[in-house]
Nanobody, 125 residues
Framework: QVQLVESGGGSVQAGGSLRLSCAASTFPWRSGRLAWFRQAPGQEREAVARISVPGDNIRYANSVKGRFTISYDNSQNTLYLQMNSLKFEDTAMYYC??????????????????WGQGTQVTVSS
């Protein structure tokens, strides 16, 4: 069982920055993946960024490329998402997720077995 606890959300004006954290109780696989997803009201959950563990292979959604940075501190079992140049359309509940490498598409929610409770990010224009 993996417990994921997000923090760092809040309200910020457009153009501002936030840093999300996700503390994982453990990472039980020899190799796997960690990701950030987001879900706005009335919309489907979408992948924002993914990092492979180990190896640091990273993938970003086109909508956040160049603005967001995902990273993982394996000594602390903590996942981060640095979000810069925030836009109104980044407003959503942000979730971290952890999974093995079994699923073909790491940008699908089904690829992840464990989820955090979410942290709200609100960007005002």
């Amino acid at each position: 069982q993996v417990q994921l606890v997000e923090s760092g959300g809040g309200s910020v004006q457009a153009g501002g920055s936030l840093r999300l954290s996700c503390a994982a109780s453990t990472f039980p696989w020899r190799s796997g993946r960690l990701a950030w997803f987001r879900q706005a009201p009335g919309q489907e959950r979408e992948a924002v960024a993914r990092i492979s563990v180990p190896g640091d292979n990273i993938r970003y959604a086109n909508s956040v490329k160049g603005r967001f940075t995902i990273s993982y501190d394996n000594s602390q079992n903590t996942l981060y998402l640095q979000m810069n140049s925030l836009k109104f359309e980044d407003t959503a509940m942000y979730y971290c997720a952890a999974g093995d490498n079994a699923h073909k598409d790491s940008f699908q929610a089904a690829a992840y077995q464990y989820w955090g409770q979410g942290t709200q990010v609100t960007v005002s224009s």
